[in-house]
């Protein structure tokens, strides 16, 4: 396990190597209040930036700050202390098999291709996009992230634009709905006759229902916990039916497709609403498709005869010729990433030199300041002295540091090479102010580390 910090961590479990069953506990209970809840409990001291994008196929966190491997599988495993799944709880063992974790640019570069849709189910789908940034929102109106964060963001969200727009990656997009769709068709040859409930009325159930009705589906219904919002997506839609969601389970047995698409941590139809099922079906076919995470459906009710249940993560080889069409709108989409990647890098790093160079002026300026007024009082005093002595003084304490590190051939630790590394190595910047006229010089000229407590590496 490493226990460097990083500025960025992208770590989570999505359908490619994790079940739906842990992946819906994990949403279910990983909202960020408790997220929030569990950073505080754990590290009191330190403020942890991040975002929490869960969707039907991922479950992920963005730390920003000092994070490491230890911080992530600390908070996983908090999360997995409330959770049903069969997980060994003594263990991070198994939760290490299931997570994936990116550092830094890696990290950055993992963001952009998951708001982009390059490692989604649906290959391309859209909705991921909006999704992320209702994450980012969230966390941002509740001051779950602050300065670190955002341009981290905001740079991904304009690459995704571009992706949008330079590539063909969304072109005739195929979306979870769709793909829905797809696998009722092996059982269903058409839906002009088949009766059709769908749980829930919010985007996913909007765009799932567009695509039953263009399959010519004709009897449709809409059933959701408020009845108004069923209503409103029944009237947007025009050949649809609300349904109040009771009377929709207790009815279960008339529709011969069934597709949930709803929010909330509870199942909708439990298997102790299917005693009679099978009976009242009279041996006719009926498939149910669960899009939900958490999902919506029992699983226990797929041992029923004649009864057809799939979940989100059965769509994964439905889209598999899905992924094969769009794969060479993916690689160009790669390339804009990659490219936006490393621009976004070159520009953070100009910034930090940058910084460090204005740190290094007032630094500089501190130490002159210092020094040649502590030579004016002398002369003031009647001292007769050279004006070599003053540049001599200024000079020593320019390069004492430097002259120490030389003196102990100390190596630098950073694998980087650019001035500002170098700046902040040699003068410790980042303990230099930007404005040194708002504090006391004498307590800011020689601030540099203790050398009893560097860590160096002599040859």
Request: net charge neutral.
């Amino acid at each position: 396990m490493t226990t460097a910090n990083h500025f960025f961590t992208y770590c989570g479990v999505h359908y490619k190597t994790c079940p739906v069953e842990l992946r819906e506990e994990w949403a279910s209970i990983g909202t960020p209040e408790k997220i929030n809840e569990i950073l505080k409990n754990l590290f009191p001291s330190i403020f942890i930036e991040f975002v929490v994008i869960s969707t039907c196929n991922r479950f992920d966190i963005c730390f920003f700050g000092n994070v490491n491997e230890n911080h992530v599988i600390q908070v996983f495993s908090e999360l997995n202390k409330e959770t049903k799944f069969n997980i060994n709880k003594s263990t991070t063992n198994h939760i290490n098999n299931y997570l994936n974790i990116f550092y830094d640019a890696n990290a950055i570069r993992h963001l952009f291709k998951v708001t982009a849709s390059l490692d989604s189910l649906v290959l391309g789908e859209p909705q991921i996009l909006g999704q992320v940034k209702n994450a980012y929102l969230k966390s941002t109106e509740f001051g779950y992230v602050q300065s670190l964060a955002g341009p981290i963001f905001n740079r991904c969200f304009r690459t995704v634009k571009k992706i949008r727009t330079e590539t063909d990656i969304g072109k005739n997009g195929i979306s979870i709905g769709h793909a829905s769709i797809d696998i009722i068709s092996r059982v269903f040859d058409n839906f002009e006759d088949k009766k059709i409930v769908l749980f829930g009325a919010g985007e996913m159930s909007r765009i799932t229902a567009q695509h039953l009705l263009f399959s010519k589906a004709k009897s449709l219904f809409i059933a959701n916990r408020t009845f108004a919002k069923a209503e409103k997506l029944a009237l947007e839609l025009g050949q649809a039916w609300p349904l109040e969601l009771e009377d929709a389970v207790q009815r279960i047995h008339e529709f011969d497709i069934c597709i949930a698409a709803a929010s909330g941590n509870q199942y909708l139809i439990q298997k102790n609403h299917m005693k009679e099922y099978s009976k009242k079906r009279y041996g006719k076919l009926s498939v149910m498709v669960d899009i939900s995470v958490p999902r919506k459906i029992d699983p226990d009710i797929s041992s029923l005869d004649n009864l057809f249940l799939f979940n989100v993560d059965d769509l994964d080889l439905v889209m598999e010729k899905n992924r094969e069409s769009r794969k060479s709108a993916a690689l160009l989409a790669e390339k804009i990433i990659e490219s936006e990647v490393q621009d976004y890098l070159i520009t953070t790093k100009q910034k930090e030199n940058l910084a460090n160079v204005g740190r290094l002026h007032s630094w500089v300026k501190n130490v002159v300041d210092y020094e040649v007024t502590r030579y004016i009082r002398d002369i003031n005093n009647g001292k007769k002295i050279d004006s070599n002595v003053i540049s001599d003084a200024v000079a020593k304490k320019l390069v004492s540091y430097a002259a120490y590190l030389a003196k102990n051939n100390i190596k630098i630790e950073t694998e980087e090479s650019t001035v500002g590394d170098l700046l902040e190595f040699l003068f410790h910047l980042s303990e230099q102010p930007l404005l040194p006229e708002n504090i006391q010089k004498e307590d800011n000229v020689f601030k540099f580390p203790i050398k009893n407590k560097m860590n160096t590496r002599n040859n």
